[in-house]
C-alpha cells in the first residue's frame, strides 16, 4: 500500500489546517489508521487515530481541537486541525497496519508498519 499525506501548509496561532491521506488501496483492509507528528530533534508522536472497530483515540495535547474520520469511498483519512498553537509545528505522517494492537499501544510509531512521506504544518506569526 501507499500512502499520500497533503495539507500542511503555514498557519498562524489560532488558524486550522486539514489534512489528507489518501490510501492506494482500499482502507477497510487495514484496522488501524493513524496520524503522527514528528518536530525537529524529537520522535515520532502518536496524534490520533482511527480503527475498525475501536473507539478514536487523540493524544492529550491535541484533544477537543483535532478531529480524525476517515471516507471509505474514497480511500482517506483526514485530520481536522482547528486551533493550532505553535508547539503543533511539526512534519505530520500517515501511517496504517493491518493487524489489531492493544488499545493503549495505538499511538505507538513502533506499531505501524506502513507510512506516508509526511507533510509539514508550520505555526507561527
Known amino acids: 500500500v501507499q500512502l499520500q499525506a497533503s495539507g500542511g501548509g503555514l498557519v498562524q496561532p489560532g488558524g486550522y489546517l486539514r489534512l489528507s491521506c489518501a490510501f492506494s488501496?482500499?482502507?477497510?483492509?487495514?484496522?488501524?489508521i493513524g496520524w503522527f507528528r514528528q518536530a525537529p530533534g524529537q520522535g515520532r508522536e502518536g496524534v490520533s487515530v482511527?480503527?475498525?472497530?475501536?473507539?478514536?483515540k487523540y493524544a492529550d495535547s491535541v484533544k477537543g481541537r483535532f478531529t480524525i474520520s476517515k471516507d471509505n469511498a474514497k480511500n482517506t483519512v483526514y485530520l481536522q486541525m482547528n486551533d493550532l498553537k505553535p508547539e503543533d509545528t511539526a512534519v505530520y505522517y500517515c501511517?496504517?497496519?493491518?493487524?489489531?494492537?492493544?488499545?493503549?499501544?495505538?499511538?505507538?510509531?513502533?506499531?505501524?508498519?506502513?507510512w506516508g512521506q509526511g507533510t509539514q504544518v508550520t505555526v507561527s506569526s
Open positions: 501511517g496504517t497496519r493491518k493487524g489489531r494492537v492493544i488499545l493503549s499501544a495505538r499511538l505507538s510509531a513502533a506499531q505501524y508498519e506502513f
Open positions: 482511527i480503527s475498525k472497530h475501536d473507539p478514536t
Open positions: 488501496g482500499s482502507i477497510s483492509d487495514y484496522y488501524h
